[in-house]
């Protein structure tokens, strides 16, 4: 990755993400047990196989636990994150410390595992934003697609965990 991020954004905690200016979330039953799926999900050079947004994935911190970090390439915006929650099997997430161009105030994001037998749980993703007033109303807009979008990789995720 050659993009630096270098316009901070507020961090939050993790529970911030229910509570954000704009909540967006997509929840599914996947065909993979919560161990099968959390092994994908802390493999972060994997993400962009099963979350399309994400061009690639820099581990630049700790590689797993709270106040881990990592630098995210997505199109158009590169991110760097620390990890808010780490519960194996179960729960992570993070946050935004700083991005390349001035368009997030904050953004968490939070993937919660819970299983339902043994070769299947429940995933639910969890975006909160909050976004400059002058693009916070185009991404209102935007919140089905995205919601759409964050659909779509959890079954990419069920897929892959699934094998």
């Given amino acids: 990755m050659s993009a630096v991020p270098n316009h901070p954004v507020t961090t939050r905690p993790s529970e911030w993400v229910h509570t954000a200016p704009l909540v967006i979330q997509a929840t599914r039953v996947l065909p993979a047990s919560a161990a099968d799926v959390f092994r994908h999900v802390a493999a972060h050079e994997d993400w962009p196989r099963w979350f399309t947004d994400v061009v690639s994935v820099e581990v630049t911190g700790e590689r797993s636990g709270v106040g881990g ?89 069920g897929a892959l965990a699934a094998g």
């Fill in 69 to 157: 970090k990592r630098r995210v390439a997505l199109r158009g915006l590169v991110v760097d994150e620390i990890f808010t929650a780490w519960e194996d099997d179960r729960l992570f997430a993070f946050t935004v410390e700083s991005a390349t161009r001035p368009v997030l105030r904050s953004l968490n994001e939070q993937l919660a595992l819970e299983p339902i037998d043994e070769r299947s749980c429940r995933a639910v993703y969890t975006q909160g934003w909050d976004l400059p007033p002058w693009l916070a109303p185009v991404f209102r807009l935007l919140s089905r697609p995205i919601a759409g979008r964050i659909t779509k990789a959890l079954d990419n995720l």
